[in-house]
């Protein structure tokens, strides 16, 4: 098995496929679901839903574009997958953290008994910033 694609790796074929937009797109596309990956890491409070959604929409279809196009480009196809697969993990993560009482959880408190909700460190920074913007008006 290996012999065979190491003949095929020194082939002119290997050679037009690694110099073609086939390879080289692809390749430039994983940074998306590298970042995406990356992102799991990070707090939930600074998830946007319309972008993740918006990228989830995007590599779905191009996962589409990569399975019907000739010859089929596996490369793009399993960057896509893998970017789909991330935002929609990320979607699920935002909608916990937002609608379904992550972020309540998360700062310990209870909702039910009419707790005040405080303010994560993203939307401090956020007032933090606009009050310095007021007063540079």
Not at 17 to 32: D, E, M
Not at 44 to 58: D, F, K, N
Not at 123 to 137: G, V, W
């Amino acid at each position: 098995m290996s012999s065979t694609f190491f003949t095929w790796l020194r082939s002119p074929a290997a050679r037009e496929y690694f110099f073609s937009t086939h390879f080289w797109g692809p390749v430039a596309n994983w940074g998306l679901p590298l970042a995406a990956l990356a992102d799991l890491k990070k707090d939930e409070e600074v998830i946007s839903g319309t972008m993740t959604t918006a990228l989830a929409c995007y590599s779905m279809v191009f996962m589409r574009f990569a399975w019907r196009v000739q010859p089929r480009n596996y490369l793009l196809f399993a960057c896509h997958l893998t970017n789909a697969t991330a935002q929609s993990i990320q979607e699920v993560r935002f909608v916990n953290y937002w609608h379904r009482g992550g972020r309540e959880a998360k700062m310990g408190h209870d909702v039910e008994a009419g707790e005040n909700l405080g303010e994560g460190k993203t939307t401090q920074a956020i007032k933090a910033a606009r009050e310095e913007t007021k007063k540079l008006d």
